[in-house]
């Protein structure tokens, strides 16, 4: 679902209540299309890997996945197993917990992004 806070940047009440209030569509993905496109925007460079690498040990999601995944998607980074890691987490942590939000849209329409 949206939040009214992207990154560190909190949107104005007006911008984040318009877009609660326009409608909806679900974009669809198959998971190789999807997995193909966060590494290319987030395995790109070795900055963008140590961030990663910071992000995935940070305390939030040792408290949602514990201590023994967060070393299996470490592992991976220092594998290079990048598709491996995007999989991981976007099966296991982000689809998981959007899922959650997403439960209370009525959407007007779907598309796949695969096509």
């Known amino acids: ?12 009440d007006f911008v984040y209540a318009k877009i609660m209030g326009d409608l909806k569509v679900d974009i669809k993905a198959s998971i190789e299309t999807r997995v193909k496109y966060t590494r290319a925007q987030y395995c790109t460079t070795g900055v963008a890997l140590e961030n990663l690498h910071e992000a995935t040990a940070c305390h939030v999601m040792v408290r949602n996945i514990g201590n023994e995944k967060v070393s299996m998607l470490r592992k991976m980074l220092d594998d290079e197993d990048f598709d491996g890691f995007v999989e991981w987490l976007l ?7 959007y899922r959650h939000s997403k439960a209370d849209y009525s959407y007007e329409a779907t598309v796949s992004s695969d096509d």
Request: hydrophobic share 35%; charged share 20%; net charge neutral.
């Open 1 to 12: 679902g949206e939040a009214n806070k992207i990154g560190n940047v909190f949107l104005p």
């Open 91 to 97: 099966l296991n942590y982000y689809d998981l917990r």
